[in-house]
């Protein structure tokens, strides 16, 4: 990352909505400074206000753990997708909301299912049994009105970031579209840019496409690396 935007609205509250968000969480900055640089970028971005979601990864045993521990804490469950090429469940739970935004606070589980046929290596290659709920990525939410073509190409060659895939889109037949784009992991944990462009009644999109998710899979099947393994963060 070798430049920054500065722009003129960037304040130390942008700052500090991020870092809420993450501390609300219960992780701490600290073990991901890499993280704290891109945040800093993203704060002085008119295109990036907050993050989106947070996913954490599990063996499938500690399904039911992870669960509880969010249901206990106010969060509801939002919904969940199921991918094919690369077999796993991607559950959302939300908590709050924002006059603009249906939540406050998402965290997302990926776990291997127990009935899938094949294996899904990434996923496998990144869970530690016994390290409790990794971390697995953190999305920040791209503004409905920026470019996100432009604005992956200003990650790309001016904050430095190295993608593992181009923008992955979906629209759905209410007019709504999802872009979402993925840094190459370190480790097995990675940065995902998301934007949810709302539908013709002006909702937001709120869910995931499974093909996106297995297109996310295949690039982190290429790229991910089980020599430099990513800082373990037990939430539960
Ligand atoms: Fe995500």
């Known amino acids: 990352m070798d430049s920054m935007n500065n722009s003129p609205n960037s ?17 701490s900055i600290d073990d991901y400074p890499s993280l704290h640089e891109l945040i800093i970028l993203c704060s002085k971005s008119k295109s990036i206000k907050k993050i989106d979601h947070l996913t954490f990864i599990c063996p499938p045993e500690d ?26 469940d991607h559950i959302a739970l939300v908590h709050g909301q924002t006059p603009d935004y249906p939540w406050s606070d998402m965290v997302g589980l990926t776990v291997g299912s127990s009935h899938a046929n094949s294996e899904n290596r990434p996923l496998s290659l990144s869970v530690h049994p016994g390290a409790g709920n990794q971390l697995q990525h953190i999305a920040f939410n791209v503004n409905v009105n920026a470019n996100f ?64 998710i297995d297109d996310l ?7 991910i690396s089980i020599i430099s393994l990513p800082p373990e963060v037990r939430v539960a």
């Open 63 to 88: 399904r039911e753990k992870f669960m509880s521990y969010w249901l206990d804490r106010g969060f509801s469950l939002h919904g969940i997708w199921k991918t094919e090429r690369y077999p796993a």
């Open 217 to 223: 899979y295949e690039a982190l099947d290429e790229h």
């Open 11 to 27: 304040t130390e509250n942008d700052f500090d909505t991020f870092l809420d968000v993450i501390q609300r969480i219960g992780l």
């Open 149 to 212: 073509d432009a604005l992956y190409q200003e990650m790309s060659n001016k904050w430095g970031l190295r993608f593992m895939t181009p923008v992955l889109s979906y629209h759905d037949d209410n007019g709504a579209s999802l872009h979402q784009c993925f840094t190459r992991p370190v480790g097995s944990f990675f940065i995902e840019f998301i934007q949810r462009l709302p539908n013709r009644m002006g909702e937001p999109y709120g869910g995931f496409d499974p093909d996106i």
